[in-house]
């Protein structure tokens, strides 16, 4: 069974920084494109990152660009996602997700930036 | 960046109706299309990619066409459990965008 299980949100003051992680199992993590996708409380669903199987590649919205940046380790079968420099509108729940379109989707784990 | 449009925002309707709701892209996107339903508090689930595949378990009842700039997903006979929040994504090119939503509630 496909599993993508988050960690690493709460709390943070603007300017801070978190990290976030995603355990995969289930499948042949290293074979797969992963993403970051985010949900502000309320509004709709932005995707924020990609990272090709190999970490070769990667690719950002515009928004995050410069102060999140997205990572693998494919020995651990984790994702990794490190936000520096957060905003108030960072405040989301931040999903992990298998390839560009996503059958397989974490729970969430929910990031609040405010003082 | 690609612009996705939704229309309706939302709709009201009945068990039994059928639905449809329209994704617009600001440029060609092939058939580079997925549509999703959410629930609240739950993760999107994937109901068709590449415009008009059923993903595999989706009910029937689901489908989605179109090509280029403009698709639809049809839901031909609404079930209770189908009344939910309908996001369209493009993977076409990056940044990949979703659409703003089509909330389907109770009538």
């Known amino acids: 069974e496909v599993q993508l299980v988050e960690s690493g949100g709460g709390l943070v003051q603007p300017g801070g920084s978190l990290r976030l992680s995603c355990a995969a199992s289930?499948?042949?993590?290293?074979?797969?494109?992963m993403s970051w996708v985010r949900q502000a409380p309320g509004k709709g669903l932005e995707w924020v990152a990609n990272?090709?199987?190999?970490?070769?590649?990667?690719y950002y919205v515009d928004s995050v660009k410069g102060r999140f940046t997205i990572s693998r380790d494919n020995a651990k079968n984790s994702l990794y996602l490190q936000m520096n420099s957060l905003r108030a509108e960072d405040t989301a729940v931040y999903y992990c997700?298998?390839?560009?379109?996503?059958?397989?989707w974490g729970q969430g784990t929910l990031v609040t930036v405010s003082s | 960046a690609i612009r996705i449009t939704q229309s309706p925002s939302s709709l009201s309707a009945s068990t039994g109706d059928r639905v449809t709701i329209t994704c617009r892209a600001s440029q060609g996107i092939s058939s580079y299309l997925a549509w999703y339903q959410q629930k609240p508090g739950k993760a999107p689930k994937l109901l068709i990619y590449?415009?008009?595949t059923l993903q595999s378990g989706v009910p029937s009842r689901f489908s989605g066409s179109g090509s280029g700039t403009d698709f639809t997903l049809t839901i031909s006979c609404l079930q209770s459990e189908d009344f939910a929040t309908y996001y369209c994504q493009q993977y076409y090119s990056y940044p990949l965008t979703f659409g703003p939503g089509t909330k389907v509630d109770i009538k």
């Open positions: 289930g499948f042949t993590f290293s074979s797969y494109w």
């Open positions: 990272i090709k199987q190999d970490g070769s590649e990667k």
């Open positions: 590449a415009a008009s």
């Open positions: 997700a298998r390839g560009g379109y996503s059958v397989y």
